[in-house]
């Protein structure tokens, strides 16, 4: 009976210290946030966007935001290089980098 006990108690205290020596999973999402000419900010909470409820979401109005977007970003060089910079800037691979460039079309 002693060996029984002794045996569980090894077992329990083997599975606090693989417990203990796994890395805990972090269920936070951080979003960078970058002001013009700042440093980075991180902010931890969801931002909420006027599109984002779904009450108010309308499929012909998805598709005019979503040609004026292209239009812009086909016919104003600012609008494409801020978008960009803001979609490609932090990807730190050089082959990545050009196919997010690339994806911009000319």
Same mark, same amino acid.
């Given at each position: ?32 946030? =970058?002001?013009?000419? *700042?440093?980075?900010?991180? &902010?931890? %909470?969801?931002?909420?966007e006027p599109g984002d409820n779904p +009450? @108010? ?23 494409? =290089?801020?978008?960009? *910079?803001?979609?490609?800037? &932090?990807? %730190? ?8 460039? +690339? @994806?911009?079309?000319?």
């Amino acid at each position: 009976m002693l060996n029984k006990k002794l045996a569980g108690l090894m077992a329990a205290s083997a599975v606090v210290a693989l417990a203990g020596a796994m890395p805990m999973a972090h269920a936070q999402i951080m979003v960078p946030v =970058q002001p013009p000419g *700042q440093v980075d900010v991180y &902010s931890y %909470s969801p931002k909420a966007e006027p599109g984002d409820n779904p +009450a @108010s979401w309308s499929a012909r109005q998805n598709v005019i935001e979503s040609d004026r977007y292209e239009r812009l970003v086909h016919t104003n060089p600012g609008f494409r =290089q801020v978008r960009i *910079q803001k979609e490609c800037g &932090s990807i %730190s691979e050089p082959p990545l980098y050009q196919q997010c460039v +690339a @994806s911009f079309g000319n």
